[in-house]
């Protein structure tokens, strides 16, 4: 394996085992060699995050515990070389505004292709 063709390692944080399941599925779909860590709430999302050292975490906002955009910030401020994208149902300006001022970016829900593919995109910017 050759520096340039690195496996990545993604973090997927959402209580919702469903949409675990779609972004998983999506994802190795297009990059099957990725790794895939997942956490259930954003407090073991932020601990996979220092015991893996993703690439790159997408991040649910309303889940049990902490709220994702908490659990992206501390991510982020500990992590800062992690690419998040926070998708979330709740399409509040604050909560897009939030996101882009922690350095991540916001997708709207529902998990589908089309928002899978515009995180990919940016992870891989």
């Known amino acids: 394996m050759t520096s340039n063709t690195a496996i990545k390692k993604l973090l997927i944080v959402d209580d919702s085992k469903v949409s675990r399941m779609i972004i998983r599925a999506r994802v190795l779909d297009v990059y099957p060699d990725w790794e895939i860590i997942e956490a259930t709430n954003g407090t073991d999302g932020i601990a996979a995050a220092h015991e893996h050292k993703p690439d790159f975490c997408t991040m649910d906002i309303n889940m049990p515990g902490i709220l994702g955009t908490e659990a992206a910030e501390r991510i982020l401020q ?7 994208v926070i998708f979330s149902a709740n399409i509040q300006e604050s909560f897009q505004d ?14 589908t292709e089309k928002s899978i593919a515009e995180a990919l995109r940016y992870f891989l910017g």
């Open 98 to 111: 939030r996101a882009s001022a922690m350095g991540a970016i916001f997708v709207a829900k529902p998990i």
């Open 78 to 84: 500990e992590l800062p070389n992690i690419r998040v």
